[in-house]
């Protein structure tokens, strides 16, 4: 059983130093929503969760992550990231250019911390979301196998949320001069020294990711998966966060548990997505006090 929490406060912030993807004469939106605690400590500013959810999803759809996080006793925070969230649409840089999606959270924190005083903070994060969060404690994506991609010398697997994203990418930028130039953020450092710990569910991009960069991570992970994830597989893309970050530490929810049954409104193995929150709880809990 999923557990329940208030309705969220929703706001949409616009980061100034990127455009919307869809109108580059207006800035990106990153929509917030936020639960905050039922009880605060006067005296220290509350422990802060991100949470950031997994390709074409959304925010919203989160409670199995937020609800228990939220009963913990934490502020959580569950974001939409622009391109790549059900609510606004699709663009596919939203779903290929994933070294955007740390800059949101990296951009909310800034706007947060200007309200009032952050607690430590954490972050939460569904398959590419586990990517996200990864991103934020120093893990970076190879922009060299990105060019492969981009050029097709290497493959990309079909995203079934936006079938043809490759083709609609290059369609895209296709007068521009120089159409691989939108890949050279892509191998840089989107760590944010805010964030003490994160914890990955099914985390996807593993293959994309550097080993030098995951050995050299040294917040504090926490990894659940699936075993029988045939979307993010693990060997291609949970054990590389596994086994090169030092610090490391993880298990299966279950040698039956698909990717889809963190999301589906019917999964086969309803308590997976429920034992992954618990985890989470008590990972923060532990890790952000």
Do not use: C
């Not at 450092?189 to 914890?199: C, G, K, T």
């Not at 054990?239 to 490391?248: C, N, Q, S």
Request: glycine share 10%.
């Amino acid at each position: 059983m999923i557990l329940s929490a208030p309705e969220p406060l929703i706001r949409v912030l616009y980061d100034e130093s990127r455009p919307d993807l869809s109108d580059a004469s207006r800035h990106r939106p990153v929509r917030l929503y936020v639960w905050e605690p039922s009880r605060t400590d006067r005296d220290a500013p509350t422990p802060l969760v991100i949470v950031t959810h997994g390709t074409g999803g959304s925010g919203s759809e989160m409670e199995w992550l937020v609800h228990p996080l939220h009963a913990a006793g934490f502020r959580v925070v569950a974001l939409d990231h622009h391109g790549n969230n059900f609510v606004d649409g699709y663009e596919p840089e939203g779903f290929l250019h994933v070294w955007e999606r740390p800059r949101d959270i990296s951009f909310a924190l800034d706007v947060l911390a200007k309200e009032q005083p952050l607690g430590p903070v954490g972050v939460a994060g569904f398959s590419i979301g586990g990517y996200t969060a990864a991103a934020l404690a120093g893990a970076r994506v190879d922009p060299g196998i990105l060019r492969a991609v981009f050029t097709g010398a290497a493959p990309l697997p079909e995203i079934p949320e936006f079938p043809g994203v490759l083709e609609a990418l290059r369609a895209k930028y296709a007068h521009d001069e120089d159409p691989e130039r939108t890949l050279d953020p892509a191998g840089g450092d989107l760590s944010d020294p805010r964030v003490r710990a994160v914890f990955l569910v099914a985390p996807g991009v593993g293959g994309l990711v550097t080993r030098e960069s995951l050995e050299a991570v040294r917040l504090p992970v926490a990894i659940r998966w699936g075993g029988a994830d045939t979307i993010a597989p693990y060997d291609i893309d949970t054990r590389p966060y596994l086994d090169h970050i030092p610090t490391a530490t993880g298990r299966s929810i279950g040698p039956a548990v698909r990717h889809d049954d963190f999301f589906a409104p019917e999964p086969a193995d309803p308590t997976a997505r429920v034992r992954a929150g618990e985890d989470a709880a008590a990972f923060f809990l532990e890790q952000l006090g």
